[in-house]
């Protein structure tokens, strides 16, 4: 069911937005999170089949629009990953503009998902589920790492192949420069951000392995120069025969937007320890960040764990490091694109492998594998299916799984508890749910029943009856009284009155 729909006023920007923002630590993670999001941004403008300023459009028109309007002060909105992966095949059936006119779809949907309190229903995911999902991006991120890791250029493929593909790269022609420079710098990041967590470690890292490896001519690879122009704005269009044919891809782009960016807010909220986001603002947010950012030729935008968890972990503390990322790419775009291909690719990697690392909670997950089986598979296979597949398989496994062992727990928390009373009138207390899951095993006792002439069933305690559940207390109460047993029952909820009384276990309104 969906939440009560909002007044358009409570999704626009306020002053509370800014309220306890640190200007030194914002402006200083914004710098970090806009230095790392730099090659992703490129990187997955080009997966995306869009090219790589279409990327780093995306990045600086969605990272601002979400960063204002979203429902999360730390948030990092630009192009990601799993979204390239939907977008390619969009693009080879439908072309640029088929691609640019979902992301305008998409930003309709979204908003009017946020409009409609849709986002509320992010509370219903377990935290087995999230807790899986955000060890299975951390997995992610640093096998994406690998090839900038060990210096070697493996092309793009999925995560598994990066790892393969980039350690045989290596081994052909080994090179320590690279993966010293990563390791020193995510060590520098970690224990950085223990021993100060104020300064701009990451940043200070990164530009001190710059200049190491310009006056050491180590010849770590690095960005290179940006090539190629930027999209030049302009309105998507596409003919009114093939707009059905992107109404699926449309909502395909929205769902995954949605799930992702809700996903990243709640682990954001995890790490940061600060205000709860605010789920139906940060549908509307990126749906306004999807619906402007085609117009300047980027590709459809999601929140970005791996930007977020840089953001929170240099200290960002407002908004204010969201849309300062956004404005360093774009000063990057007008002013230092050279001096940024400068910066060696090892060194990001570090960067992002210390994130990776700091995103898992080791107590929290320590607790969830011990805490019972059901949670501990729910944890280990949402994972598990986020490296292998993707992250809405990964989350609708999980989400099943957590459904089969809640079901099956409920089911066990049902009770026929027995009272003798004589040896001719036998009751029964019937606790918990009379549901599908339950009612065989609950009410195969009163199948066993001996030679008695009544029994009673005292259903105060029951708390939910479906059909099932009915239609098999139902059965049992037949059986009894063609074996000449009296069936009472006693203490029935008002609320199940009707569902009982429509598969003829009762037969009057007030009980037997």
């Given at each position: ?96 503009q088929g691609v640019l006119v979902v992301g305008l779809m998409a930003g309709l ?64 022609a080994p090179d320590l420069v690279a993966p010293v420079m990563t390791a020193v ?283 099932t559940g009915a239609h098999v207390l139902a059965g049992a109460r037949r059986e ?33």
């Open positions: 069911m969906l939440g009560v729909r909002r007044p358009p006023a409570s999704f626009l920007p306020h002053r509370a937005d800014w309220a306890g923002a640190l200007v030194g630590r914002d402006l200083g993670a914004g710098v970090v999170v806009g230095l790392v999001a730099l090659p992703l941004a490129l990187g997955f403008g080009i997966s995306s089949g869009m090219g790589a300023g279409a990327g780093l459009v995306t990045a600086i028109v969605a990272g601002a629009v979400a960063a204002v309007f979203g429902g999360s002060r730390v948030q990092v909105s630009g192009p990601t990953g799993a979204m390239a992966v939907v977008l390619a095949p969009i693009l080879l059936v439908h072309g640029p949907i979204l908003i009017g998902l946020g409009w409609l309190g849709a986002g509320r229903t992010m509370r219903y995911v377990p935290l087995p589920v999230v807790e899986g999902f955000t060890v299975g991006i951390a997995v992610i991120i640093t096998l994406q790492q690998v090839p900038a890791a060990l210096g070697v250029d493996v092309g793009s493929e999925h995560v598994l192949g990066l790892l393969t593909r980039g350690v045989r790269a290596w081994l052909h710098v995510a060590a520098v990041v970690l224990v950085g951000s223990r021993t100060a967590p104020r300064l701009p470690i990451a940043l200070t890292a990164v530009a001190v392995a710059t200049l190491a490896n310009l006056a050491l001519h180590l010849g770590a690879r690095s960005i290179g120069h940006i090539t190629g122009s930027l999209p030049a704005p302009h309105l998507p269009t596409v003919s009114l025969g093939a707009l059905d044919q992107l109404v699926l891809p449309a909502v395909a782009v929205a769902a995954l937007a949605a799930l992702e960016s809700l996903l990243s807010a709640t682990v954001a909220d995890a790490m940061s320890g600060g205000p709860a986001h605010d789920p139906d603002r940060e549908l509307v947010g990126q749906g306004l960040a999807n619906l402007v950012t085609p117009l300047f030729g980027g590709i459809p935008a999601t929140a970005a764990i791996a930007r977020t968890a840089v953001n929170v972990r240099s200290g960002a503390t407002s908004r204010l490091a969201a849309l300062t990322h956004a404005l360093v790419l774009l000063a990057v775009v007008l002013l230092a694109a050279p001096l940024v291909g400068r910066i060696p690719l090892a060194a990001l990697a570090g960067v992002l492998i210390a994130t990776a690392v700091q995103m898992v909670r080791v107590s929290s997950l320590a607790a969830l594998l011990s805490a019972t089986r059901g949670d501990a598979v729910v944890l280990v296979v949402t994972a598990v299916a986020t490296v292998t597949f993707d992250l809405v398989t990964a989350v609708v496994v999980g989400l099943v799984l957590a459904g089969f062992f809640g079901l099956r727990q409920t089911a066990r928390s049902a009770r026929l508890v027995p009272e003798h009373v004589s040896d001719q009138h036998l009751a029964f207390h019937l606790d918990g749910p009379l549901f599908f899951a339950a009612a065989h095993d609950v009410l195969q006792t009163l199948g066993e029943v001996g030679d008695v002439r009544v029994v009673e069933l005292r259903m105060a305690r029951v708390s939910a009856v479906d059909a009894l009284e063609r074996r000449g047993v009296e069936v009472r029952l006693h203490d029935v909820s008002p609320a199940h009155e009707r569902v009982l009384r429509r598969l003829n276990v009762l037969d009057d309104p007030g009980g037997d």
